[in-house]
């Protein structure tokens, strides 16, 4: 089991380009999440999936996009990014469609220049 | 939204001390869950509480729902080189409509001295 996975590790972008992070679990989870790790701000919600055909968001979901693509994968999307968006990008799963115990992926580090 | 206030912020220990952390709240949590991250690495699930003091170990890691369910603990007897992270708490709150979310603390950095 590789549990959750995320492409690409790193990424450095130029601001106004797009790219799509990339998620995939094989706990056969319910639910999937996106996160953002900024220091000092601990990790905050971008969008979240309770189940395979919803989406909803969460703290922070202005200049993102999501698509659950299937029950293994969450996709996030910048359209036009922005140095603001410079972070680590984590993405989570729980078995149920509610929060539940979160099991995270390695992450992306992300740099908009 | 909830907040959670995680401390300390840092730690400085030798190996071999004892650590203790806590979360607390204004907010009743039904669930409380903590994480450890090391650099470069994905938060991991460490231990999770379900109930009013309930006290939970996970190895050397042991970790406490606090009876008011506004607060948690996390204590790690004799530290070791490998305990050096991030540990963050998080808790949940069920309300009528469903789970409100998972709610982090900002978390606390261990630092061991051999």
């Known amino acids: 089991n590789a549990g959750v996975t995320q492409t690409p590790k790193f990424q450095v972008l130029k601001t106004g380009q797009s790219m799509t992070l990339q998620c995939a679990q094989d706990?056969?989870?319910?639910?999937m999440y996106w996160y953002r790790q900024d220091p000092g701000m601990g990790l905050r919600l971008i969008y979240y999936s309770a189940s395979e055909g919803t989406t909803d968001k969460g703290e922070v979901p202005n200049g993102y996009n999501v698509s659950r693509l299937n029950k293994r994968e969450f996709s996030l999307r910048l359209e036009s990014a922005a140095p603001s968006q410079t972070s680590v990008y984590f993405c989570?799963?729980?078995?149920?469609?509610?929060?539940?115990?979160?099991?995270f992926g390695p992450g992306t580090r992300l740099t908009v220049t | 939204g909830q907040q959670l206030n995680q401390s300390p912020q840092s730690m400085f220990i030798q190996e071999g001390e004892d650590v203790s952390m806590n979360c607390t709240s204004s907010?009743?949590?039904?669930?409380w869950l903590w994480y450890k991250q090391e650099p470069g690495e994905g938060p991991v699930l460490l231990i999770a509480l379900y109930k009013a003091g309930e006290l939970t170990s996970n190895g050397r890691l042991t970790a406490q729902f606090g009876i008011t369910r506004k607060d948690s603990f996390l204590n790690i007897s004799a530290s070791i080189p490998s305990d050096v992270g991030i540990y963050f708490c998080a808790g949940i709150i069920y309300s009528g409509g469903g789970a409100d979310g998972l709610t982090f603390g900002k978390g606390t950095h261990l630092i061991i001295q051999p």
């Open positions: 989570a799963s729980s078995e149920g469609g509610g929060p539940g115990e979160q099991y």
């Open positions: 907010s009743i949590f039904n669930t």
């Open positions: 706990m056969n989870h319910n639910s």
